[in-house]
């Protein structure tokens, strides 16, 4: 498991900017974290890593945004309003987890029972006694 520590939006920016240049088509990654962690920052990073110039916003309304400018596709979910797994059905998940683009999962828990076992694990944690913009940032 790698560990990360950042100290403000940049730096979690940076972080999944890295683990962005290091991704392969096919792979799923699962982002981990409360509400105003920073999922969003990193994985602007991400996209960005990939080579996606196109700004990147959360897709809590919309469920999925597609990126398509990389050097290979991003699928950004945010499942977090998925009231029923089946739902993912409707939107053809499986297109997503198993074509030839990364995606990355926001609230995954929500959809444990339909997600491959090779997901990595991003978890993104405060800790507000080192400071507001503190973040723990865990890969694996």
């Keep these: 498991m790698m560990r990360y520590e950042s100290w ?23 982002l981990e974290g409360d509400l105003g962690t920073g999922k969003t920052v990193f994985a602007k990073g991400f ?23 990389g050097r290979m596709p991003m699928y950004h979910f945010d499942v977090y309003r998925i009231a029923d797994v089946e739902e993912m059905d409707e939107l053809g998940y499986e297109a997503y987890f198993f074509g030839d683009g990364v995606c990355l999962i926001e609230w995954a828990s929500q959809i444990r029972e339909i997600l491959p076992e090779n997901c990595q694990t991003i ?17 694996g």
Excluded at 123 to 139: A, P, T
């Design 8 to 30: 403000s939006e940049k730096e979690t920016f940076d972080i999944g900017r890295q683990i962005g240049d290091k991704a392969s088509p096919g792979e799923i990654y699962l």
């Design 47 to 69: 996209a960005r890593g990939i080579g996606i110039k196109e700004p990147v916003t959360s897709p809590t309304f919309t469920i999925l945004q597609e990126y398509e400018d």
């Design 123 to 139: 978890r993104i944690e405060k800790d507000l006694e080192k400071g507001f913009d503190y973040r723990k940032i865990q890969v």
